[in-house]
């Protein structure tokens, strides 16, 4: 059940601190608190003897008994108190234990208790305000540019961080309604952005100006490829190429052009033809709710008929923060609404899920809440018909929106009670406190705090080195001159020794995993292989009509797991043997540690999203195609079994995963991020001994200004650790 419970919230950790309780700060996840919750007097000496539960209790420090399971459980609803974990996050947790624990009790007081609304925005907002403020207090202190610009670069790049969230849906289902709704202005819309079926972001920006990406020459050529499996597309593009100069548009790079949003109209309205040669649009507004780094994806509709676009759509999706599908009350719950939120929660593509039923007007609540509970029961039934736990539809949450509503208010056709009424104020409390709330931006802060307490450090040393040289010139200067630069060699000695190390230990770090990925890929074909036919086989001894929508699910299922749980076992090993190796040497070569572990988790980032995003998309959408015509055109068993067979395994060996692992070369990653590490140490080092060497010169003239050189270096040293104890205390 713990796994089951991770799972559901793996992209969502939630990082606590607990310095208030503890003697030390933990992290847990929101599935190991439902754990410490559920505990109670009758199910305390089962949750005792499990060595799962025994570990939670090791990372915050506290025996498996009475007091401590209490004092957690203390701990964490203090935590709920003071909003550093969802409540409705939490009351789903505790309801999926209750396949193993009634927590009928606590989710009835969970669910009446009342929280004060937190605008996680603003608290957001404000802790990047106050790093910023001990930057730029930083670059008051420092007496170079080149540390000056650091911390300039620094809070730049920490102002960037940006958030993605995509919207999905059928046609119809309201997607512009509800964006010219958050957006609190009609921008999406017939006089403005005429319907389209493209991509198109949107972002903040002063110009008010859309720039449109048209597809490259080899994208085009999968469209044309893909085109051969459907007739629709097949006649379409044929239409398309007579009508055309395609040429002009379709070019070896992708081909941009920036044009003003009332022109727009003449190249994506769904009228124009020329709609269909272009990729994506990037339009910037200056609207409010696109502020602070805020992008939203508008995709085309689910039942768009372009494969490439769809490849593109999947891969913004893939990238979001957050994804909300749209469903039209009045139409319910469509066949491809129900393929497109399975596979999210099954192939977990992305971190938070919201559905949004729009038009609620239409529908009294009690409809509302049975469009829901239908929703639910469906989407349980499919995942229970494929063999997963029905408890993954806890990953979405469900609102209820009328866009109209909210859009007569802000047209000022109707007062501030409709806009109360109209859902949209709660979607947008709801999306600011989950996009700021989430993983990604805790790291950001501790990753900002990080690089700060090492620039800290790092003028500290400097004032005190150059306050030391001082001293030096007045107590045997040349003795003590010599000590320091016996000290620098010793340094150099030990950086070089290091750098061997790193050498060495790199070299003996597993292989990315590629020969064995080979090898799982032919298990992994032959298992896609059986299952399809043993499908076949069941729905023919049962005289059933041959279910496509089933067998491309199991196609999606077999292979998309089958490959995630391959990357993930290799990032798994590499990961661990990466973190042993930066142990190993932090652990021999002290000096080297803060430069190891500012950047490393970002290093980890990138090179986690490179691993997950090696299997190719494009060829992937041909390749189940592919298999859907072969399904339809070949009705015997026995002539289709060896047809797929070889369809297969040859689709899986153009896929080339092993390749693409052996050109990542993650070792070599590694080793470049390490040397990058030791080089900053070694200019540092250099600098150092350049400065003391300067101010000896200087002093050595007798610079009438050493003294007060001296005392203003003792203030800069005071102002420093105070700006430490400020970073310390940041929230």
Known sequence: MLKLLQELWQENLVFLDLSAEFDDKNTLDLAEIAIILSVNSENYEKYIALKEFQNIFKKIHLRVDIYGIELAQVCSLNLLMKSYISKSDLIKALSILNAINDNSILLTFL????????DRKEQVLNS??????????LCALCDDEGTQDKLRLMADKFSKLDFIIAVTGVMNSGKSSMLNALLKKDFLGVSNI??????????????????IYFWSIKEWENILASSKFSAEMKQFVTELSSKLDIQSYIKEDSLSEEIDLLELKNFTSAKNQISALIKKIEINASLEFLKNNICIVDTPGLDDVMVQREIVTNEYIKESDFLIHLMNVSQSLTQKDTEFLLDCLLNSRVSKLLVVLTKADLLNSKDLDEVIDYTK?????????????ENFIQKIDFLSISAKKASDFYQGVADESSLKESGVLELENYLFNELYSGAKVALALEAYKKELNLEITHLITKYH???????TLKHQLNAQNQELFLNYEKEKKNLEEAKKDTAQLVAKLSTNGANDVKVLMILLAKKLKERLIDELKYTNSKKQKMNLSRLMSIVDITVKDGINDVLREIKFENFKNIESTKEALSAKYAFLKDDFDNGFEEFKTKLSKSIENIFADDKYALFKLEIQKILEDDKDIF?????????INLSFENFKIDEILKELNINSQFLEFLNSKMSFYEQEQEQKMAYFNELLNNTQAKDANTFEKYEKNLEKIKCLEALRMDLINAN
């Open 111 to 118: 669910e009446n208790l009342e929280l004060g609304q937190i």
């Open 128 to 137: 990047f305000s106050g790093l910023n403020h001990i930057n730029a207090e």
């Open 194 to 211: 005429p319907e389209t079926a493209n991509l198109t972001l949107l972002k903040y920006g002063e110009n008010n100006k859309a720039k």
């Open 377 to 389: 029961q469906t989407l349980k039934s499919r995942l229970k018909a494929l063999e997963f736990d």
């Open 465 to 471: 080195l150059q306050n030391q040289a001082f001293n």
């Open 639 to 647: 002539t289709l079994e060896p047809k797929l067979e070889k369809f």
